[in-house]
């Protein structure tokens, strides 16, 4: 994942499209939150999202932050990390309905998101046989990144 002012200015203008497009309001908060996601490197939790967005003498509750999180996460901006409970911005744009696989860091903590085709297409053959109608399709997969094992070997004593 690379956090920068690039990335987050694309989202954000994600937003705004999206938002005109479907007649929706992108509130203030709304906007504040999807950039704090973008801006961090690493998944990020609701409390430290309303941490961030409130300034002395002006606190920003979790429970604003959350309800700002509902609609960027229905509306594909961010995601939700089920298994940290916390969110990353979408690196995609995909549609709605459309999986997303994440590739989670143990080490580092980071999270890559990447679409696979492949298991699009077998999940929707095991929800068809299972007659299961997902709310979201979100596979998390914990492990360690490339970098990480590549700073692991260096560390051992050469042959
Ligand atoms: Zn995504
Ligand atoms: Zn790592």
Known sequence: MAPGPARTADLVARAERLAQDRGLQFTALRRRTLEVVAEEGRPLGAYDIAERLSAPGKRVAAVSVYRALDFLTEHGLVHR?????????????????????????????????????EIERSLDRTLAQAGFKPASRIVEIEGECEACQGRHEASLPPD
């Open 81 to 117: 990390i089920a298994s940290r409970n916390a969110f990353v911005p979408c690196e995609h744009g995909h549609g709605a309905g459309e999986s997303a696989v994440f590739l989670i860091c143990r080490r580092c903590g980071s999270v890559d998101e990447t679409i696979s085709t």
